[in-house]
């Protein structure tokens, strides 16, 4: 059974850093690339970020980009996400996923997901 556990949200104030965690288990986690997402309330479910299989290629949303980092660390089975400078308008719940992807690739859709983590930005 494939599981993706989010930890690492909370309340931060605007200006604030992040530093998110999944942990997967349940499939060959290096030969999936990784992706976090986020969903605000009264929104669609966003595309924050995504990684490869080996780290190689990285993808970001034009809005994060400069102070954001996705990582990975492929023996501990356990994708990251640092946010800096947070913003009030970056309240939401973050989700990472999973795709299983033959070639080194950073897509933006996937098959696999987790429950999410809530992240909350105070002005």
């Known amino acids: 059974q494939v599981q993706l556990v989010e930890s690492g949200g909370g309340l931060v104030q605007a200006g604030g850093s992040l530093r998110l965690s999944c942990g997967v288990s349940?499939?060959?986690?290096?030969?999936?690339?990784m992706g976090w997402f986020r969903q605000a309330p009264g929104k669609e479910r966003e595309f924050v970020a995504a990684?490869?299989?080996?780290?190689?290629?990285?993808d970001y949303t034009d809005s994060v980009k400069g102070r954001c980092t996705i990582s990975r660390d492929n023996v501990k089975n356990t994708v990251y996400l640092q946010i800096d400078s947070l913003k009030p308008e970056e309240t939401a719940v973050y989700y990472c996923?999973?795709?299983?992807?033959?070639?080194?690739?950073?897509?933006?859709?996937?098959?696999?997901w987790g429950q999410g983590t809530q992240v909350t930005v105070s002005s």
């Open positions: 349940g499939l060959t986690f290096n030969m999936y690339a």
């Open positions: 990684i490869s299989r080996n780290s190689r290629i990285t």
């Open positions: 996923a999973a795709r299983y992807t033959p070639g080194v690739v950073a897509p933006r859709d996937y098959a696999y």
